[in-house]
Each structure stands twice: as structure tokens, then as C-alpha cells.
């Protein structure tokens, strides 16, 4: 969507979005609450993730594959034994 990140700092969130978003403590509202506020006041930042982000997410996760990988799910499912 082109939008910043604003993650939880524990697995497959940080992973991805590391680079690309603001982290904050897991439960922690006011670092959170935080982190949203330095993204409304700093526009050029907020516009330079977004950009960060939607690279890549096309790059590591294209929805071809996505749509692979929810074929062949549904795919095992339709097979698995009940």
C-alpha cells in the first residue's frame, strides 16, 4: 500500500519490517501511540518508509508466489484425510 510500518519488535514482524517501519515494545500504547505521532509531524519520513515498504514487499513477497502458496494449501487441504 506504500504506507510505514509500525511493528511490534518480536518475530516474523521485525523480520520483515526492520528496515522499513518504526518498532515499538510489544503492549507498550504510549510508545506505540508514540511512534504514529513522529510519523504525522515528519511527512518526508513517513513518505520515504512507505516507499521502503512497498519495495519490499514487491521484491520478497510477490503475489505470484503468495497466490502459489494459497493454492497449494488449499490443495493439501482438499487431500488431507478428515
Known sequence: MGVPVVYTKVGGPAEIAHEVGLPFPPGDAAALAAQLEHLYRHPQERTHLGVLARRRIVEHFPLSAQV????RLYRELLVAPS
Open 68 to 71: 502459489a502458496a494459497t493454492e
